[in-house]
């Protein structure tokens, strides 16, 4: 999400005749786009917030500006607290940001943490920076108004908002003609998409059918699905068109049912497992991935082992695991003690991931000897002579180069697989 807003932003300043420089040294102006999801994030902030002083001193008139979450989380507070910061900006006032340039370039600190009901950036094209001009991500709604107790982002982000499904056909349509051959669609929340107008109503299965329609050779991904939402009209959706990839993350956060209640998730283990298994009895080929918080407020053995249970049930192909890092204002942080001590959390979270670094060489042996489809990316990392692409599934595979190039559908048969990549050659 903050790579889609950091090439909003790009355009914004594209069009405010600003050019972009990857050399910093150079940089008349220097935006961060911060993220407030965990301490740590913000605590890698502010540590490059300290490295741009030495800049700024060598150069004077150097700009330096915080935007998103971090800027939404701590408002003017942070301008007392970081003096190299000349301008804060919170997720929904990037098209202020020319504004705001010109305040600090007249020496004055400059600042908006303005939420908005109803922005979008519906009419703003992203500049594609750092694309590989196949892969896109479009931001199809923001905000998000489910209040996990842990969570910062309805406080950052604001109200749940979607865009106007013309706008986002059209930059679909665009980036396919451009060559783009896999987009993914994003929000806080995707399957809440909803679309209203006085005679037409569009929700998220339609919205992705539509996509899809533009044509057979344009892979269409998203991310997130909220458990609680996925519907099988959805899941049927995606059975039913080939381009809509076989991928989907469905966060868990524990295994719990005591735990996701403390949470707010409003869903329990029971249902969590029920939409597994309705995405097994759909897709039958789908990978499934998830998010997994540790150590939240008051897990005890038996939670954990909740968790590490549904883990193993569930066979998750790929998880993206965190220790709880308590945020200020939230619900969790107002009525809740911050009370697993960190070595637990720490252990806890080495369970979980040996887990899941099981779970996911079993998934990726299970893989050989099957073919899939893999549209190519690139060069594989480790070899110039091998070329590194995804299967619909979301999986890195690896194959000889031979005469293929990027932007090629070819079909690899997986002979053999580490923990994170599957090894085949083209049949
Ligand atoms: N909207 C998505 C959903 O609900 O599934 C998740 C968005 S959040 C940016 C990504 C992940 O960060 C969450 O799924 C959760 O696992 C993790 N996360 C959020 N708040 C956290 C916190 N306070 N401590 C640790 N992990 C957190
Ligand atoms: Fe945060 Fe929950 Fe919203 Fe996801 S659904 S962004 S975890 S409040």
Not at 209 to 224: E, H, Q, Y
Not at 303 to 313: F, K, R, V, Y
């Amino acid at each position: 999400m903050n790579i889609s807003d950091s090439e909003i932003v790009a355009s914004i300043m594209k069009d405010a005749y600003l050019t972009q420089t990857t050399d910093m040294k150079e940089a008349d102006v220097i935006f961060m786009n911060t993220c407030s999801i965990r301490e740590h994030a913000e605590q890698r902030v502010r540590k490059r917030l300290s490295e741009l002083r030495s800049l700024k001193k060598k150069k004077p008139g150097l700009l330096v500006g915080v935007l998103g979450c971090m800027a939404e989380r701590l408002k003017d507070q942070l301008l007392l607290e970081e003096k190299v910061v000349d301008i804060i900006a919170g997720p929904d006032s990037y098209r202020d940001l020319p504004k705001l340039l010109d305040i600090a370039g007249e020496g004055q600190k400059a600042i908006n943490v303005i939420l908005s009901a109803d922005e979008t950036y519906a009419d703003i094209n992203p500049v594609r920076t750092g694309s590989n001009c196949l892969s896109a991500f479009i931001s199809i709604m923001r905000g998000c108004e489910n209040f996990c107790a842990y969570c910062v982002v309805p406080y950052t982000r604001g109200k749940e908002r979607s865009r106007v499904p013309e706008t986002i056909l059209n930059e679909a349509k665009n980036l396919f003609k451009n060559g783009y051959r896999e987009i993914t669609l994003l929000g806080q929340n995707v399957n809440s998409y909803k679309w209203k107008s006085d005679n037409a109503e569009m929700d998220f299965p339609d919205l992705m059918k539509s996509i899809a329609s533009i044509d057979s050779r344009l892979r269409v991904r998203f991310a997130t699905s909220h458990p609680k939402d996925l519907s099988d009209k959805l899941l049927m959706t995606i059975a039913e068109l080939p381009n809509i990839c076989r991928s989907i993350h469905l966060p868990v956060q524990s295994g719990s049912t005591k735990i996701l209640k403390l949470m707010n998730r409003k869903y329990s283990r029971e249902s969590y497992m029920e939409r597994i298994e309705a995405i097994r009895k759909y897709i039958p080929e789908c990978s499934i991935s998830t998010d997994i918080i540790c150590g939240f407020s008051s897990e005890t053995d038996e939670d954990h082992n909740d968790t590490l249970s549904l883990m193993e049930w569930a066979k998750f192909d790929y998880a993206f695991m965190f220790k709880y890092s308590e945020r200020p204002d939230t619900l969790a942080a107002k009525k809740y003690k911050d009370n697993v001590a960190e070595e637990i959390k720490s252990q806890r979270l080495n369970d979980i991931i040996a887990l899941q670094q099981k779970l996911s060489l079993e998934s990726n042996k299970s893989d050989i000897g099957k073919t899939f489809e893999v549209l190519i990316e690139g060069e594989s990392h480790k070899s110039k002579d091998f070329l590194s692409g995804r299967n619909s599934q979301n999986k890195v595979i690896i194959f000889p180069r031979k005469n293929f190039k990027a932007g090629d559908y070819v079909d690899v048969k997986v002979l053999r697989c580490t923990p994170a990549t599957l090894i085949g050659e083209d049949v």
